[in-house]
């Protein structure tokens, strides 16, 4: 049935209950399935554990029967050769979630009779199984420069935004797809991912997009590689005259005024004759005149100490002479009263009259003793000044010879200083020239590589060529142009069926708009599906979206699962609670029926409807499409007597079970 087209159908439902039984929803594909109930239920919990378990981030089962009594949540599900069980762990008590999943893939297994498996995956395991089974392959959507969003590569929880119509989106006026309503993330999702389902984006774009930045480095490194090789040639013959102005500048060649500038071959043999000739650098190094100023410095000390020398020897003879002008002035004026002469120094005698004395007393004595000191100290100065000229005059010899040393030394720093000047001048000079004729040399090593431009040239028109295609396949105006195109196929359809269904613009053009995520009607004006009245337009306009998409994606063999879950489309006619003699509009009701039985059976089985409704329509289609009817017969999705056991079994005793 179905060959080798994409499929993805529900075929089981499994609750695996606390009590250890097993309870099977079974579905047909290819079909409608319906299941009529009263409140409470069950009904909307079926969508609710099909997300569930297709690996929902949380756990919307509501709080109470299903999620008090039920351990596992399992689904059969068809592919096209293959059936995967997929089941998941009913969160703990409190919790929202959990990762315990569990999986089993063949082409012809069933649901497990009993929950006796492990967790043997987590809930991106299974994502990334349902991916890979129905199809989906490697992709990426990169937003366009003026939106802050993250590249987003489209999964299976992608593709569902177009298989639920839960019963608060199924004839809601502000959002279209499933989940829209959860915030601008999602419809960012949506509206990034549908282009890939809808075969807008090239379904080799990873590829391609690796493709690409191989492209784009190999043109980079080939583009280097064009400006260097048109670095080394220059313009012509410019580079060459640059080259010879370098050399002449630092003596590697002289009067380039006589080279023709013209004349390539002549610059290029000009250039080729020049060699690399550098200057002897002067000896001289820091050692030497580090050893010289060191001698400078012992000569200048001894300099130095010759001078404090002196200087003490001169004061000294300063000091003598001036003592002896002292002495003199004392002995000439005891020679001017004939003392010198007259006094007797004899023992016994008078210094004065040479009389006898006996004994002779102490004042003679010291007048003697005075006396001849005074004569003993004069002679004695004129003996020592003598040799204190000849010491000065020594010392000053030496001084004179020192400082001469010492200029002599001198000389020699300053010479080496600009030695080493020199030396510092001619290394730069040298290291000028060095780097000159470096660039001559690698000038002429590649000059003739300027040929191989033209083949350079060619390789990166090339490339440049290539990536200009893919970057038009990749472009986000071709795949605007594509989805275009699809939703202009989309929107022949939902225009016929709201004729079909005597929608309240009927013949005016119906269109999913991407720019709002919305349907519109182009009736005078853009009307946008909030601004539409009525819940019988909403309806309507959320049946037609959703068929005309599912209507593309099969027959254009998209990676979308083929179901569709509608909960409640009745409700604008028959809201919950009423019966058929209060509200019902039996002929509205049957129409929209009609209208799901007619588009499942344009699509030959390849689409599969799951409907739940409080309504339950009299009428033999209505009732060969039911699989479970739980509308006034005490059935529900959970069997009763699971929770009515529950209630008399004690709650450790349900512990002990779970």
């Known amino acids: 049935m179905f060959g080798g087209e994409t499929v993805m159908q529900i075929l089981e439902l499994v609750l695996y209950g606390k009590n250890g039984q097993k309870r099977t929803l079974s579905f047909n594909p290819g079909k409608v399935n319906i299941i009529p ?328 004595t010291k007048l003697k003793e005075s006396i001849r000191s005074l004569d003993q100290s004069i002679s004695r100065v004129e003996k020592e000044r003598p040799q204190l000229r000849r010491y000065i005059d020594q010392q000053e010899v030496k001084t004179s010879g020192i400082k001469d040393e010492i200029a002599v030394i001198r000389a020699e720093i300053e010479g080496t200083y600009i030695q080493m000047e020199d030396a510092e001048r001619i290394r730069d000079l040298n290291d000028r020239r060095a780097k000159v004729f470096g660039r001559i040399s690698y000038w002429l090593e590649n000059v003739q590589l300027a040929d191989d431009t033209t083949d350079v040239k060619k390789k990166i028109k090339i490339l440049k060529d290539r990536i200009a295609e893919i970057d038009a396949i990749l472009s986000n105006d071709s795949v605007k142009d594509r989805v275009s195109s699809a939703l202009s196929v989309i929107q022949n359809d939902m225009t016929t069926w709201a004729s079909e269904l005597e929608m309240e613009y009927a013949g005016s053009p119906y269109r999913l708009d991407m720019g709002r995520v919305t349907v519109v009607v182009d009736h005078g004006r853009p009307i946008p599906l909030k601004e539409m009245g009525s819940g019988s337009n909403w309806l309507g306009s959320h049946l037609i979206t959703m068929f005309g998409l599912h209507k593309y994606f099969i027959n254009n063999n998209r990676p979308v699962p083929n179901f569709l879950f509608l909960d409640q489309p009745s409700q604008v006619y028959f809201p919950e609670g009423s019966t058929a003699d209060e509200d019902m509009d039996v002929q509205a009701v049957t129409k929209i029926f009609a209208f799901i039985r007619n588009r499942v059976a344009e699509l030959n089985g390849k689409m599969q409807v799951i409907v739940v409704d409080h309504a339950r329509l009299d009428n033999d289609d209505f009732r060969e499409e039911t699989i479970e009817d739980w509308k006034n017969t005490g059935k529900k999705l959970v069997p009763v007597d699971w929770y009515e056991e529950t209630r008399i079994v004690p709650e450790e005793k349900l512990d002990d079970e779970e």
Not at 76 to 81: A, E, H, K, Y
Not at 112 to 130: H, M, Q, R, W
Not at 249 to 268: C, E, H, N, Q
Not at 322 to 337: D, N, T, Y
Request: overall charge negative; hydrophobic content about 35%.
């Open 37 to 364: 109930g009263e409140s409470k239920a069950g009904k909307s919990a079926v969508g609710d554990i099909i997300e569930y378990c297709m690996g929902g981030s949380s756990c919307n089962i509501a709080v109470g029967v299903v999620r008090d009594n039920v351990v596992w949540y399992g689904l059969l599900i068809q592919f096209n050769t293959n059936r995967i069980f997929v089941a998941r762990k009913n969160p703990d008590p409190g919790r929202q979630s959990t990762s315990f999943c569990y999986y089993e893939l063949g082409t012809d297994i069933s649901s497990p009779e009993k929950a006796d498996f492990s967790s043997n995956t987590n809930v991106e395991g299974i994502e990334k199984l349902l991916t890979k089974q129905i199809g989906i392959s490697e992709n990426i959507h990169i937003p366009e420069d003026d939106e802050s969003r993250d590249p987003l590569e489209a999964n299976i929880r992608h593709s569902l935004f177009c298989c639920f119509q839960s019963q608060d989106e199924v004839t809601a006026r502000n959002h279209l797809f499933h989940r829209q309503s959860e915030g601008l993330p999602i419809t960012n999702a949506i509206r990034d991912t549908l282009p890939y389902f809808l075969g807008a984006v090239n379904e080799e774009a990873v590829l391609l997009a690796t493709e690409k930045r191989t492209k784009d480095r190999e043109l980079r490194i080939l583009t280097r590689q064009l400006a260097e090789l048109e670095a080394i040639s220059g313009t012509g013959s410019e580079k060459a005259i640059a080259l010879l102005v370098e050399a002449e500048a630092v003596g590697l060649i002289r009067d380039i005024d006589d080279i023709d500038k013209t004349d390539f071959t002549a610059l290029y043999e000009a250039l080729k004759q020049i060699r690399l000739v550098t200057q002897s650098v002067p000896t001289g190094s820091m050692d030497h005149l580090s050893t010289l100023q060191t001698q400078l410095k012992e000569k200048e000390d001894e300099l130095s100490d010759l001078q404090d020398s002196i200087s003490e020897a001169r004061s000294y003879l300063a000091d003598a002479s001036g003592f002896r002008g002292e002495l003199a002035h004392q002995k000439v004026r005891l020679e001017s009263i004939g003392l010198f002469e007259k006094l007797d120094f004899n023992p016994g005698k008078c210094p004065l009259c040479s009389g006898d004395f006996d004994p002779e007393p102490p004042g003679v």
